[in-house]
């Protein structure tokens, strides 16, 4: 009696977590497009909450929002972010989880008057938080210039960091 040992590559759909095996002729498939139960394109990929999406979105824009912020300021060249720097960090592999979109996202120095996006890059820019007066607001151009570039370089040390220590641990980037 001959025993043999057969090898076949099984595949799992992450959307619905159908399990099948790809067979032509009696040798493995190419690689499928569907799922075979599902039928849905995307079954080799992990859903993204429309949260993470969001996220993604808004440091995707930094770029553009600060290099706007640096035209607005008579073409300051200190105001600056990164070439590549966004693309490296999102496309981590893995990629970035919820906890460290949101430590980029969430953290800009204390004296900001508004978090700055792509919908209010525009208002009260130049306007800070006074620093007597709580809840009030103070224009004042060159302590704006100040603070819009501690959050430009305190965002880019978090980005850095959390790209070097996924170097670090040996996962590194895709």
């Known amino acids: 009696m001959t025993v043999s040992i057969i090898q076949v ?4 759909c992450e959307r619905c977590g159908y399990k099948w095996i790809n067979r032509v002729n009696g040798v493995d498939g190419p690689l499928p497009q569907r799922c075979a139960k599902c039928k849905k394109r995307n079954w080799n990929r992990n859903r993204i909450s429309h949260r993470e999406i969001g996220l ?4 995707k824009s930094f770029e553009t929002i600060y290099f706007n912020q640096a035209l607005y300021w008579w073409r300051d060249n200190t105001i600056s972010w990164p070439n590549g720097l966004t693309e490296r960090f999102l496309n981590l592999h ?3 989880t919820v ?5 980029v996202v969430y953290n800009p120095p204390e004296g900001y008057a508004i978090r700055i996006n792509s919908q209010n890059q525009y208002t009260r820019r130049g306007w800070i938080r006074h620093p007597n007066k709580p809840g009030k607001l103070k224009y004042d151009e060159e302590g704006y210039k100040r603070l819009l570039k501690q959050g430009i370089q305190k965002r880019c040390e978090i980005m850095e960091a959390i790209i070097d220590s996924r170097l670090r641990i040996g996962i590194g980037s895709g």
């Open 9 to 12: 590559s099984e595949y799992t």
């Open 56 to 59: 993604r979105r808004r440091v």
């Open 94 to 96: 893995p990629s970035p």
């Open 99 to 103: 906890k460290e979109l949101e430590q």
